[in-house]
């Protein structure tokens, strides 16, 4: 009992003088205080349990490191800040360069295994700028090995972490599809303490797929979406002309791998809600809310699709509800925005506009049932109607919509169109990119809802769009 006397005044003599120049000299004082008041019996029973409710007022110890009043300003500058995930450079996925780009990346991380790989940094607290913490050195040593830290002997026993270090971290987080926040988190751990053999092996996987894209002839135009990256690339002559930000399908409604042929551009499509989305996601959504349909301008057929049903005459819960078919208004409100590009395939998706563009802000972007939205989708549409008569000039599709006219434009010149699933590249200034495998085809599926989102906000909503 004196023990445990003696550790608690310690413990109160230590916080005292960290608090000294930083906080309340009279609160400090109090603080210790109250810890020679406590009797030593309920310290000594309940010290794992209470000592931080009795410092903070809270039963939850905040292993974020941060106060609720720091929440606030958190989200204000995670909302002000600009996404920079796009690819920079001009050199197609699909290209001789970026195999020889990542032959040189394999190289590398198999001359790093050769010398021991890199340390495993145990999970914990989180670490950030200013704080001390004995798993500083080991963090150190991982980002050097990897490229992204400077090495610098005087500092490899420090256990502060200072402002290199955070600018480090940030520099590995953006390779990683991560949001840079210079703070090791939660969300980092798995991308950090992946072996450099594992991320070999991904390089391996992913360079066979880019080989697999080349076994047929590269097409003078074509576009290519990376799902797990969440980007696409247009590109002509062996060249990226456009990158856009994408929404791709959740786990559960995974965006499948595809090679198809654009035909046409739909402006002001109806949108014919797929039975898998009707079942899983319609008809349960519109049991909770009856007016869904109408507020969402979606109207019931017949199971042939021809006829228009009053939804107030139909059971929901019947068995027959499940045969129907749904068919939504062009507008505003319509699930696939105000253009479709169409590109008919075995499994039914395509690319479009969307109403919920503010999802374009997340870093990870998986919320679809499949099909991809794509982020400023009138300049993709004028890229791809280029060589049509009347589509010389960009800004035709704005026109058309402008108009408030429903028009298909159905192409002469064709543009074929793949979805690819990339998780590991490597750029010619010898950055090497991973992402997260997001369905598990990998071998090994990440919590894509960690990539980007505070733990104390909401997650997104996910859309019945497709």
């Known amino acids: 009992m004196l023990a445990y006397r003696a550790r608690a ?30 009797p030593a019996p309920a310290l000594a029973q309940q010290a794992q349990a209470n000592w931080w409710e009795s410092l903070t007022g809270s039963g939850t110890p905040d292993y974020s490191g941060r ?14 800040e600009p996404l920079d ?37 145990p999970a914990g607290r989180m670490m950030r700028e200013g704080e001390d913490d004995d798993r500083v050195p080991i963090l150190r040593k991982r ?54 053999d594992e991320r070999i092996n991904q390089l391996r996987l992913n360079i066979g797929r880019i080989r697999e894209l080349m076994s047929t002839a590269i097409e003078e135009r074509y576009v290519l979406v990376n799902v797990p990256a969440f980007q696409l690339e247009a590109v002509e002559r062996f060249e990226v002309q456009q990158r856009h930000r994408v929404i791709v399908g959740r786990t559960e409604r995974q965006s499948p791998s595809v090679k198809a042929t654009i035909r046409a551009l739909n402006f002001f499509p109806y949108w014919r809600v797929p039975d898998s989305v009707a079942h899983l996601d319609l008809i349960p959504r519109l049991l909770k809310e009856p007016d869904y349909l109408q507020n969402e ?16 005459t139909v059971d929901w819960h ?24 169409d590109m008919a395939n075995e499994h039914g998706v395509y690319m479009h506009d969307t109403p919920m563009k503010q999802l374009f802000g997340q870093r990870s972007r998986a919320f679809s049932a499949g099909c991809v939205r794509v982020e400023g ?82 997650a997104p909503a996910i859309t019945l769009a497709p």
């Open 9 to 38: 005044r310690l413990y109160g003599l230590h916080l005292f003088a960290h608090c000294a120049g930083k906080c309340d000299a009279v609160a400090a004082a109090l603080l210790v205080g109250l810890l020679f008041a406590l």
């Open 297 to 312: 301008k979606i109207r019931v057929l017949d199971p042939a699709g021809s006829r228009e049903l009053d939804p107030q």
């Open 318 to 341: 019947s068995p027959e509800a499940q045969r129907l078919k749904f068919r939504q208004d062009p507008g505003p409100q319509n699930a696939l925005g105000l253009v479709r590009i």
């Open 377 to 458: 989708v009138f300049d993709l549409a004028d890229w791809i109607a280029h060589y049509e008569p009347g589509w010389e000039q960009p800004g035709r599709a704005q026109q058309i919509v402008e108009s408030g006219q429903a028009v298909d434009v159905n192409l002469t010149r064709p543009i074929p169109v793949y979805f690819t699933y990339i998780t590991a590249w490597a750029e010619r200034d010898g950055e090497v990119e991973f992402r997260p495998d997001i369905y598990g085809r990998d071998g090994a599926v990440d919590q894509i809802a960690e990539m980007d989102r505070d733990p104390s906000e909401p």
């Open 67 to 80: 106060r609720q009043e720091d929440r606030a300003r958190e989200r204000a500058a995670r909302q002000a």
């Open 143 to 196: 980002l050097i090995a990897s490229g992204d830290l400077r090495p610098r002997s005087q500092y490899y026993n420090s256990y502060t972490f200072d402002e290199e270090l955070a600018n480090a971290v940030r520099n590995f987080q953006r390779r990683h599809g991560l949001r840079p926040t210079g703070r090791i988190e939660r969300s980092t751990y798995p991308a950090l303490n992946m072996t450099v």
């Open 85 to 121: 995930d796009l690819r920079p450079d001009a050199v197609p996925l699909r290209s001789d360069e970026m195999i020889i780009s990542m032959e040189k990346a394999i190289a590398r991380y198999q001359d790093i295994a050769q010398q021991g790989g890199w340390p495993i940094v």
